[in-house]
């Protein structure tokens, strides 16, 4: 029994591909929803606590996306937002 080794090759680069694209969405969805999780306590009236929440799991969904793709810049501002949402929540 012989195995073409050349579709066996375009099996795995097909599925790295998709694996690939699929993270590419999973991470995009993940830094839209941050974002309007963000942008919604300025523009709704919303109790202290509900506005934290809506903040930290924004701006780390927010985190994790620039994490991954590798914007440090606003890595650290949105790690800066969940300290000070922290800070300003619990004081």
Do not use: H, R
Not at 14 to 39: F, M, P, Q, R
Not at 75 to 88: L, S
């Amino acid at each position: 029994m012989e195995v073409n080794s050349n579709q066996n090759q375009s099996d795995v680069s097909t599925d790295t591909l998709s694996k690939t694209k699929c993270k590419w969405y999973i991470s995009e969805g993940i830094g839209w929803i941050g974002s309007v999780l963000v942008l919604i306590p300025y523009v709704t009236p919303l109790d202290k606590t509900v506005d934290f929440v809506l903040n930290t799991l924004g701006a780390s969904g927010l985190f994790i996306v620039c994490l991954t793709s590798k914007q440090y810049q606003s890595v650290i501002i949105n790690a800066a937002w969940v300290i000070g949402g922290f800070y300003k929540y619990f004081s």
